[in-house]
């Protein structure tokens, strides 16, 4: 078994954090433009006003709170990549004990 110094450690968090954010923003992107194709309502299968408008709304409603999550959870990210600089040692020792706590569950989840 080979043996990482925490510098690789952290390294390699900080490129999983960076693939986490860049997913993030292409998931972002992929419901910004979905959203915009179906946005556009029928006209013939509208159930709301006779405008348009109803649904128009419920779409700008909904885009605005996407763009909140996506915002808050932008933040969450920078916050514990943050945390990850200013506590190395402990974030490696979380990292390792959550994932032997994943093979430990998944290793009696096999047994039985």
């Given amino acids: 078994m080979t043996s990482r110094s925490p510098d690789k450690e952290l ?15 292409g998931l972002a ?3 910004r433009d ?6 556009e309502p ?5 159930d709301g006003p006779s405008d348009g408008q109803g649904g128009r709304d419920a779409w700008a409603d ?3 709170k996407f763009d909140a999550s996506r915002v808050q ?4 990210v920078r ?5 990850v600089k200013s506590h190395p040692l402990i974030s490696v020792a ?5 994932g032997y706590i994943i093979a430990k569950l998944w290793y009696q989840e096999k047994k039985s």
């Fill in 73 to 76: 959870g932008e933040k969450v």
């Fill in 94 to 98: 979380a990292a390792f004990g959550l």
């Fill in 79 to 83: 916050d514990l990549a943050e945390e």
């Fill in 29 to 31: 992107a992929g419901m």
């Fill in 34 to 39: 979905s959203a915009k194709v179906h946005a």
């Fill in 62 to 64: 909904l885009m605005h």
């Fill in 42 to 46: 029928e006209r013939s299968d509208s």
């Fill in 11 to 25: 390294d390699g968090l900080k490129a999983d954090i960076a693939s986490l954010r860049e997913q993030i923003a």
